[in-house]
């Protein structure tokens, strides 16, 4: 017994441990403070638009809470006639009337009222969440490509300085108009790779000005990536907590359940109570009292009942498909990351020793050990090797941040 309890102590002090450590998760250097990207988030079209729907259910809440019974005032006048003696009488009569919610109803539209507040920030938080996806994303996604254009230019710069050795060969004899026209082919090859390079920094730059208004300055790198710092299920447990799709849906089910009472409650309908003043038979009777009306409910409310009861356990089922969605996406999200940490270690060997054939070859070309076609392969073989371990980092790292995205650790997600 006592083991056991030690036991789960320890796993206590662990778990204490690991969530302290998630919490004090730093923002990585090469993405934009968190000051920065909440301003940029919270301007977001579609944040704005869920913040303004937020604040409407605040109103609306507000109204459910207050009920939709007002107070009816109602006047009516007549004139009466007397046969007998052919006199006339000017009649009124006056009520001020208004229905009164009984069996509970007012307590049920109070929780009403707490859980339409509840479902705007829920939605709120949604809104802010996918959006912090996808500002890292194109934050990413611009450094990698301005990497890539990077790169391009400087193999771009080789393919020149071939040409060179090529021209000063020919003219002494050395080398052929073939071995020209091949390394002019190489310069216009690698050129229009850089154009398109080009083009993908532009779209890049685009996306993120366009949607964000935001800017990635020079001189960003990306980092190494990193191993997650927790292992799948506590990553998942933590996803799961705070996974907003999750607070939504259950959200909407709780409400779903209250509307049911609601519903049920409703059955029995609210009475009409007023006072009334009336003045009769040429202002010698003076009238004054109360009145009270109470519908009788038929099968029309009993069947809306019976409907909110149904809805309230579709959206059971909705809350259940959402958790299991999320799970399943958490779990995929790791397994990304991890799997796209190995791939970028074995793209960055595999281009550290493309690079070191290519200067060997370049190298032994220099020493007219090698001809022009074979130094040609090796530049390009690396090139592509470089592009590949760029891509790979890329992509490591932008799964290492929807690890720490959706578990709400950088940004001050997890205040929402």
Not at 178 to 199: E, H, K, M, Y
Not at 236 to 251: C, H, N, S
Request: proline letters at 3%.
């Amino acid at each position: 017994m006592k083991r056991l309890a030690a036991r789960f102590i320890a796993c206590a002090w662990l778990c204490v441990t690991l969530s302290a450590r998630a919490e004090d998760v730093p923002t990585p250097g090469f993405l934009p403070s968190t000051a920065q990207a909440s301003a940029w988030i919270e301007a977001d079209p579609a944040v704005a638009r869920a913040r303004l729907a937020a604040e409407a259910a605040n109103h609306g809440g507000a109204a459910i809470a207050a009920g939709p019974h007002e107070w009816t005032a109602r006047v009516q006048g007549q004139r009466r006639s007397y046969q007998d003696s052919g006199a006339r009488s000017n009649e009124w009569t006056a009520a001020l009337e208004r229905a009164i919610r009984v069996n509970g109803k007012a307590g049920l539209d109070r929780q009403l009222r707490d859980l339409e507040v509840e479902l705007g920030r829920a939605r709120l938080g949604e809104a802010r969440h996918e959006a912090a996806r996808t500002l890292a994303d194109a934050w990413t996604g611009v450094i990698v490509a301005k990497r890539q254009h990077a790169l391009l230019r400087d193999q771009l710069a080789i393919a020149m300085s071939n040409l060179d050795v090529v021209t000063k060969r020919q003219r002494a004899g050395d080398a052929s108009a073939l071995d020209s026209n091949v390394a002019q082919g190489d310069i216009g090859s690698i050129a229009r790779d850089v154009s398109q390079a080009a083009t993908e920094v532009v779209k890049a730059e685009a996306t993120l000005r366009v949607r964000f208004a935001a800017v990635v300055p020079d001189g960003i790198v990306l980092p190494p990536p990193q191993t997650p710092v927790w292992p799948e299920a506590q990553w998942r447990e933590r996803v799961l907590e705070e996974a907003d799709p999750i607070k939504t849906a259950e959200t909407e089910w709780r409400r779903a359940g209250v509307t049911a009472a609601r519903a049920r409650a409703d059955r029995i309908a609210d009475p009409t109570v007023g006072v009334f003043a009336a003045n009769e038979a040429m202002r010698n009777e003076r009238v004054v009292g109360l009145s009270i009306s109470i519908p009788f409910g038929g099968s029309y409310r009993s069947a809306r009942a019976l409907q909110a009861g149904k809805e309230t356990d579709a959206l059971q089922a909705a809350l259940d498909q959402t958790r299991r969605e999320i799970e399943l996406e958490a779990a995929q999200t790791y397994a990304e990351a991890t799997g796209s940490l190995e791939r970028w270690r074995i793209a960055s060997e595999t281009a550290r020793l493309s690079a070191e054939s290519a200067r060997l070859m370049q190298r032994a070309y220099g020493l007219g050990a090698a001809d022009l076609q074979a130094l040609l392969l090796a530049r390009r073989q690396a090139t592509d090797a470089a592009r590949a371990a760029v891509q790979a980092q890329g992509e490591a790292v932008r799964w290492e941040m929807r690890l720490l995205i959706d578990a709400h650790l950088i940004w001050d997600l997890a205040q929402d």
